[in-house]
């Protein structure tokens, strides 16, 4: 049994798909089943069961991903422990991984504790969330830092503001002040991509937290305008076509919850590093950051 075989048995366990677990730890589908099986063969107890649409982990399962978990987690522990042990406290490195949410508050943060800890070294890293909480299981970041909905009522509808919702001026939702979830469950959809990497992500997320990625229509802005005024649809657009959409008069622009009011910082940390003092005041300074740019945007 080998260490990368328990990362791959957790990528597994985190994302519960075989495809996306091989595609992050960098293997084929077929490498990462064969991993798998052998796991199981060493056990000598199913581990996974496997279907056509779904993975579930058994009951033994789930017990040997803990296991997964704490050696991983143990293993990074001691190797952090040997490198202190031979290049001393002046060499301490800390990894900070953030979203692209909380782009606005590690930097500065980082920034700050730097002038005051000088000899300690400092790198970040800009993931997504489930990459934050993979690195983070297996000891690969120190502190992973991001924002999420602090709002539970899942009939509201929360944009970032790179992001509008649009219809025609016909369509039913077009006289509302303000939209519930439920109201956009039976409406169809259109999507209209941006050229923009993170505010691509963005959309993909957005209409992922709408339930439509399955059956949604794709197209140029054009397209999708076009359609607008001769369907029931409503559509999702990055906010560098509302200008051509404000301009056209049988569009009209639907009134969201944008998630600014509705967003609270999530930081964790490695149970190793949590007690350090140092850390302790890496992470005030991140609080004090968060709390900065509450108030400006407010």
Do not use: W
Not at 44 to 55: D, I
Not at 170 to 181: F, G, M, N, T, V
Not at 190 to 219: D, R
């Amino acid at each position: 049994m080998r260490f990368e075989q328990l990362e791959q048995f957790v990528a597994l366990g985190s994302l519960r798909h075989f495809r996306q677990a091989a595609e992050q730890t960098r293997i084929s589908t077929s490498a990462l089943t064969r991993s798998i099986q052998t796991l199981e063969d060493e056990i000598g107890c199913e581990l996974v069961k496997r279907s056509t649409r779904s993975v579930k982990l058994t009951e033994q399962g789930e017990l040997f991903l803990n296991y997964c978990k704490a050696t991983l987690s143990e293993l990074e522990l001691t190797k952090k422990t040997i490198k202190q042990s031979l290049f001393g406290r002046d060499q301490q490195k800390l990894v900070v991984g953030y979203t692209n949410k909380a782009s606005a508050i590690v930097p500065m943060s980082c920034g700050k504790f730097l002038a005051d800890y000088p000899n300690v070294k400092v790198e970040m890293q800009l993931q997504d969330e489930n990459e934050l909480t993979r690195k983070l299981q297996l000891g690969e970041i120190d502190i992973s830092v991001y924002l999420q909905s602090a709002s539970n009522v899942m009939s509201d509808i929360h944009l970032p503001d790179q992001l509008i919702l649009f219809v025609a001026k016909h369509h039913p939702l077009a006289s509302k002040d303000s939209l519930r979830r439920s109201e956009l469950s039976e409406y169809p959809m259109y999507g209209c991509f941006s050229q923009l990497k993170q505010v691509q992500t963005m959309l993909n997320e957005a209409v992922e937290g709408l339930n439509k990625s399955t059956s949604m229509k794709i197209g140029n802005i054009d397209q999708v305008i076009e359609g607008l005024k001769s369907s029931n649809h409503f559509a999702i657009a990055s906010i560098e076509h509302s200008k051509t959409i404000a301009q056209d008069p049988n569009l009209v622009l639907l009134k969201t919850n944008k998630d600014v009011d509705h967003e609270q910082l999530v930081v964790q940390t490695n149970h190793h590093v949590s007690g350090d003092s140092h850390i302790k005041h890496l992470l005030e300074l991140i609080e004090q950051t968060a709390q900065a740019q509450s108030c400006t945007t407010q």
